[in-house]
């Protein structure tokens, strides 16, 4: 073989390796330049219909927000997590949005708390964290306590 074949030989076999490496799931991969409008989830495995609707409706809640692009909902035991995208050209007024949401969901759910975020790292947890809830050897308890983990980083961020 040439020297040219040799180095192209390399070269394909460096692509497929550092191919293989890649560990996040084709949604989280995705989750920063279009809109994945992930379902809305509870750490149950198997939530109750009061639930999923308590989720479905913070969804919609924070989807009928103008400014707001794309929302993910995971409700854990004692908090609900609302992570959300903001259109580019409303990204000046992030504060504001973040404090209306709050304020709506507040209102309209008054016996839940929660965590609002429109940091894309908390996001793009918040996919991941969705993405390892459909494996069925991923505990309630180990996504609790992610949930918690991720909920912190948002405390830690503000």
Known sequence: M????????????????????????????????????PAPLTITKNPDQLEQILVDQVKEEASSVKS?????????????????????????RMKGIESDL?????????????????????FLEAIRLGDKMKKPDFSEKKADKQLKKIISLTNELT
Not at 13 to 24: H, Q, T
Not at 71 to 89: D, Q
């Open 102 to 122: 709050n304020k709506i969901l507040s209102d309209k759910f008054p016996d839940h708390t929660f965590t609002v975020s429109s940091d894309y790292k908390i």
């Open 68 to 92: 707001i692009y794309d929302v993910a909902v995971i409700k854990g035991e004692k908090e609900i997590l609302v992570a959300y995208k903001v259109k580019h050209m409303s990204r000046f």
């Open 2 to 37: 040439t020297n040219h074949k040799r180095i192209f030989v390399l070269f394909i076999l460096m692509l497929l390796v550092l191919a293989g490496c890649e560990d996040s799931s084709p949604s989280s991969r995705t989750a920063l330049f279009k809109k994945v409008d």
